[in-house]
């Protein structure tokens, strides 16, 4: 693929002044239209890269980020729009600059865009994001916040995968905020709100058993337990 790519360039640069534009956009929209039938993202890529430096277009530009989003790209997806949040900014291009501000460790810049989607379209799946990103960035208040519509609005059938497991696997939504609401509940005060977070994460398992999670986080909690009632019983 790629030295069919190399001389696809090639006969484009010795060409270039043969060729009209319409006759040169027309070979790439056919080589796009080719390049999508064979499932080959990298052909794409460049089929529409080469489209919008011939004739720009912000909906081409957005669906090229996500093709790059999408297949774990995210630098190249933020190179292609930027990160800065623009009242232009299509939900496409909310959610490509959202989710690679995230996966790139950009906490506080990926809950600017999170928080005009859910302006846009509030929802749990939006509003677990945010919960979970401002738990990162340790501001509480606004991720209980979400946490609480969450738990309000999960549906039943609405998922979330977790992946800290060889087999990745998937819980309800509303178990997901529980699990979420039993760490805030622990981070506000590390000391005396063991036993109600540990609490929340029973009731958590009796919705979703195989919440591996879970129950990782509850093993820690019991032992910090044990460790803070070894030290006082020392005093």
Do not use: C
Not at 152 to 163: L, S, V
Not at 164 to 183: C, D, G, I, R
Not at 201 to 230: G, H, I, M, S, Y
């Amino acid at each position: 693929m790629k030295k069919i790519v190399l001389l696809l360039v090639v006969a484009f640069s010795i060409q270039m002044n043969a060729q009209t534009s319409p006759e040169l956009l027309k070979h790439f929209e056919s080589y796009y239209a080719q390049m999508k039938a064979q499932g080959d993202v990298q052909g794409i890529i460049n089929a529409m890269t080469h489209l919008n430096i011939m004739e720009p277009s912000q909906p081409r530009l957005d669906t090229l980020a996500y093709i790059y989003m999408s297949e774990g790209k995210y630098s190249q997806a933020l190179n292609t729009l930027g990160i800065v949040k623009m009242s232009t900014d299509s939900d496409i291009a909310l959610e490509v600059k959202a989710i690679s501000l995230k996966a790139v460790k950009r906490p506080k810049l990926a809950i600017d865009h999170f928080s005009e989607m859910f302006k846009r379209d509030p929802n749990p799946m939006i509003a677990y994001e945010l919960a979970e990103l401002n738990m990162q960035t340790n501001v509480l208040d606004e991720a209980q916040k979400y946490i609480d519509f969450g738990l309000a609005n999960a549906e039943d059938g609405m998922k979330k995968a977790f992946y800290e497991t060889q087999n990745p696997y998937e819980v309800p939504l509303k178990s997901a905020f529980m699990y979420l609401n039993a760490l805030s509940t622990y981070t506000k005060d590390k000391k005396t709100n063991i036993d109600p977070a540990v609490d929340i994460l029973d009731a958590t398992l009796k919705t979703a058993p195989n919440f591996n999670l879970v129950q990782l986080t509850k093993t820690e909690l019991l032992r910090q337990k044990q460790v803070l009632q070894a030290a006082e019983a020392k005093k």
